[in-house]
């Protein structure tokens, strides 16, 4: 093939993308439901903590801090739980049911294009629902922003693509959309738990945060809550979360069926 030809194909799968994560754009937002839970849920969760007056009160037991510090990252990790186990699971496992990634794969718009379409919106909804948790946070609690910020935004950036690796793993063992739901929700549980949901992972006992900080949610809630008093991430903690995203990259791949 000539170099021509090569970069015409190149542009025509260019285009392709985008035409695409437009169309899949305007179908995001016609779906209430999805854009609630992704995009409005987290910071609602972190609302309703932040009346219960205890929660503004410092505790000595977490270092002078106060626990609505510590759920600003937890609402964080729940809006990345939200968009890759409950949002995007059941979506591309419903094309894949109805055949229509089978009858893309016999256009000029491949499936991996949708695929890339559909990583790339939930990993926006992810960040900017993040971004509004902080804000949030910031503006109604007093919750200090990130002292480090490059280490916030590295760990933010691995929590969001191990998020979505978790997802799409969900995605590759569920061939149908009841299913994707069914194992997205039996997923769900534990990783809102090891994410410190309902307890911080800092007011676990320390075996089990020792236990917890070795899953992709527990790493990055140690992760974030380090970049968010000064520290830097510890390499500890990058280092399974960026695991955690490889190995379930790899299963994705593996396991994936366009039909």
Same mark, same amino acid.
């Given at each position: 093939?000539?170099?021509?030809?090569?970069?015409?194909?190149?542009?025509?799968?260019?285009?392709?993308?985008?035409?695409?994560?437009?169309?899949?754009?305007?179908?995001?937002?016609?779906?209430p439901? %999805?854009?609630f839970?992704?995009?409005?849920? /987290?910071? !609602?969760?972190?609302?309703?903590?932040?009346?219960?007056?205890?929660?503004?009160?410092?505790?000595?037991?977490?270092?002078?801090?106060?626990?609505?510090?510590?759920?600003?990252p937890?609402?964080?990790l729940?809006?990345?739980?939200?968009?890759?186990?409950?949002?995007?699971? /059941?979506?591309?496992?419903?094309?894949?049911?109805?055949?229509?990634?089978?009858?893309?794969?016999?256009?000029?718009?491949?499936?991996?294009?949708?695929?890339?379409?559909?990583?790339?919106?939930?990993?926006?909804?992810?960040?900017?629902?993040?971004?509004?948790?902080?804000?949030?946070?910031?503006?109604?609690?007093?919750?200090?922003?990130?002292?480090?910020?490059?280490?916030?935004?590295?760990?933010?950036?691995?929590? !969001?693509?191990?998020?979505?690796?978790?997802?799409? %793993? !969900?995605?590759? !063992?569920?061939?149908?959309?009841?299913? %994707?739901?069914?194992?997205?929700?039996?997923?769900?549980?534990?990783?809102?738990?090891?994410?410190?949901?309902?307890?911080p992972?800092?007011?676990? /006992?320390?075996?089990?945060?020792?236990?917890?900080?070795?899953?992709?949610?527990?790493?990055?809630?140690?992760a974030?809550?380090?970049?968010?008093s000064?520290?830097?991430?510890?390499?500890?903690?990058?280092?399974?979360?960026?695991?955690?995203?490889?190995?379930?990259?790899?299963?994705?791949?593996?396991?994936?069926?366009?039909?």
């Amino acid at each position: 093939m000539s170099a021509t030809a090569t970069t015409t194909a190149t542009t025509k799968a260019t285009r392709a993308t985008r035409a695409v994560l437009r169309t899949e754009a305007r179908l995001f937002t016609r779906e209430p439901g %999805a854009l609630f839970w992704v995009m409005v849920s /987290p910071t !609602v969760l972190l609302v309703i903590l932040g009346l219960i007056p205890s929660f503004r009160e410092a505790s000595a037991d977490l270092g002078g801090r106060r626990v609505i510090d510590l759920y600003v990252p937890v609402a964080v990790l729940f809006a990345l739980i939200m968009s890759g186990l409950q949002a995007m699971p /059941p979506v591309l496992a419903g094309y894949r049911e109805r055949g229509i990634l089978r009858r893309m794969s016999t256009t000029p718009v491949r499936p991996g294009a949708l695929l890339t379409a559909q990583l790339a919106l939930h990993a926006a909804a992810a960040l900017v629902s993040s971004l509004l948790v902080i804000t949030v946070g910031r503006l109604a609690f007093g919750v200090a922003l990130p002292a480090n910020l490059p280490g916030y935004a590295l760990a933010l950036l691995l929590a !969001v693509a191990g998020g979505l690796a978790l997802g799409a %793993a !969900v995605c590759a !063992v569920s061939r149908t959309q009841k299913i %994707a739901t069914a194992v997205g929700s039996v997923v769900f549980f534990p990783t809102m738990f090891t994410a410190g949901v309902w307890v911080p992972v800092q007011a676990m /006992p320390r075996t089990l945060q020792q236990f917890v900080q070795l899953t992709p949610y527990g790493a990055a809630s140690r992760a974030l809550d380090t970049a968010m008093s000064g520290g830097w991430p510890g390499w500890a903690a990058l280092t399974v979360m960026g695991t955690w995203t490889v190995l379930l990259t790899a299963a994705s791949v593996r396991w994936f069926r366009w039909q």
